[in-house]
């Protein structure tokens, strides 16, 4: 089975723990057998897994996310990234391409392309094997999966079949309805739209060469940039006859807000938070290092991260995307494709970060112009290369970089520093990569690899 998993999104609907580096599908709420947390993309790329061991999973998602995805996946999920948003049409068609042209799929397989951040059960990936079954068939172009809907809800579009069979024809598509246009439809036996749909590759190639110009998956990711935005609905399920629905009546969520996120948590206290017991309905979240307790609360959910605190009624909760517009944000905490960083204080002239390195990974090699940094070790073992030169490293070590010196670190363990930024212009941009010798990289594959940031 070829899965394409569309993975996108700004984060701010789930403000503070989300941002424009860590969409929602990576925050770790998930709690496992082990005590352990896992994410969504976590979660459903283990289901899927699990449904299908020999499954190609390919993830369609922007550059400032691919780090992420590799901490939380490993190396060798598929990845297409995507230069810039252009909507879900483009996004899918280079997904297609790359599967075409740099994995060498046969066109002639089907592709399944689906959201990254539904709650669903195991029984919803057998349907996934159902619906990429039928279409390689060929015997319709499109196979969607439709949502037994079990409200009107005014958040879906809506499916309707012309028949009450497992596998239908698709009669018509409604978009967001009121609610009294969504009983109507329901009585119809109409379904919500999951966004989830199959395809033959060959298919989908054709379509892609007849809306644009270009000759394979290299080209088009040159002329990503000046693509139209358009959504995969307008550009092709709107112009489509032949499709066709199956029904899923198993547990499905849509998790796009902290009030859907929270019904779907096992638990009520994510961190360090304390619930009195006049409280209801409340759920903290909490990445500080400091307590959250709450008192006599009801229906509310609470949020902590480096970036902010959120306290609201659920209900409120949905709409917190233009207030957090207001805000001028700092990426205080990121997953790297080497570990992640934690911003832990700022001031005019300093920026002090944990950083953490996963085993056996590195940072570029790199200088930058306007800025020193020191680094502490606080735990661990590896090494520091500073302008070519080895140094071996561990608890207690302090390695000082003045302005324009190459530099970089190798975790032998996992390896925890204090990174302290001294200058008067601290910014993202003031990097400049170099390569480094490979004598001095032997052994450190995984250091070898580009590290997005």
């Known amino acids: 089975m070829n899965i394409v998993l569309l993975s996108g999104g700004s984060g701010k609907r789930l403000w503070p723990l989300s941002n424009d580096v860590r969409s929602k599908q990576f925050i770790k709420i998930f709690r496992q057998e082990d005590g352990s947390y896992e994410s969504m993309v976590q979660r459903i790329y283990r289901q899927i897994k699990r449904a299908d061991a020999d499954a190609d999973v390919t993830i369609a998602t922007s550059k400032s996310q691919v780090s992420a995805i590799h901490n939380q996946l490993g190396e060798g999920v598929g990845i297409s990234v995507e230069p810039c948003r252009r909507d879900t049409f483009p996004a899918i068609a280079l997904a297609s391409a790359y599967l075409v042209d740099v994995k060498n799929v046969d066109p002639e397989d089907a592709v399944v392309v689906c959201p990254v951040d539904p709650y669903v059960e195991d029984a919803y990936f057998e349907t996934?094997?159902?619906?990429?079954?039928?279409?390689?068939?060929?015997?319709?172009?499109?196979?969607?999966?439709?949502?037994?809907?079990?409200?009107?809800?005014?958040?879906?579009?809506?499916?309707?079949?012309?028949?009450?069979?497992k596998t239908a024809k698709v009669r018509s598509f409604k978009e967001k309805p009121s609610a009294d246009a969504a009983k109507e439809?329901?009585?119809q036996g109409a379904l919500w739209n999951s966004g989830v749909f199959a395809y033959k590759l060959k298919y989908m190639m054709d379509i892609a060469h007849r809306l644009i110009d270009f000759t394979d998956y290299y080209d088009l990711f040159a002329r990503y940039a000046g693509l139209t935005k358009i959504s995969f609905d307008y550009a092709v399920v709107e112009k489509e006859d032949k499709i066709l629905v199956q029904r899923f009546a198993g547990q499905w969520k849509d998790l796009g807000t902290w009030n859907t996120l929270t019904e779907a948590m096992e638990e009520n206290v994510i961190g360090k938070g304390e619930l009195n017991d006049k409280c209801s309905g409340v759920h903290i979240i909490n990445e500080m290092d400091v307590p959250v307790l709450a008192m006599g609360l009801h229906d509310v959910v609470i949020s902590a991260s480096p970036e902010g605190i959120l306290v609201s009624d659920k209900g409120q909760s949905s709409y917190i995307k233009p207030f957090v517009d207001q805000f001028e944000q700092q990426i205080m905490f990121a997953e790297k494709s080497w570990g992640s960083f934690k911003v832990i204080d700022v001031e005019t002239e300093s920026l002090t970060i944990k950083v953490t390195l996963n085993p056996g990974h590195s940072m570029n090699y790199h200088s930058h112009r306007n800025r020193d940094e020191v680094w502490v070790v606080i735990s661990g073992e590896g090494?520091?290369?500073?302008?070519?030169?080895?140094?071996?490293?561990?608890?207690?070590?302090?390695?000082?970089?003045?302005?324009?010196?190459?530099?970089?670190?190798?975790?032998?363990?996992?390896?925890?520093?204090?990174?302290?930024?001294?200058?008067?212009?601290?910014?993202?941009?003031?990097?400049?990569k170099f390569e480094l010798k490979k004598s001095k990289r032997a052994g450190n594959r995984k250091s070898r690899q580009s590290v997005l940031q």
């Open 128 to 165: 996934l094997k159902e619906l990429s079954e039928q279409a390689r068939k060929g015997e319709d172009n499109l196979v969607l999966i439709g949502i037994e809907p079990t409200y009107p809800s005014e958040k879906y579009g809506y499916i309707i079949p012309e028949t009450a069979g």
């Open 185 to 187: 439809y329901i009585a």
């Open 383 to 432: 090494k520091t290369v500073i302008e070519g030169r080895e140094r071996k490293i561990g608890i207690g070590d302090v390695i000082s970089m003045s302005a324009g010196r190459r530099h970089t670190v190798f975790a032998k363990t996992e390896l925890k520093m204090i990174e302290v930024q001294l200058g008067r212009d601290i910014t993202v941009q003031d990097k400049e």
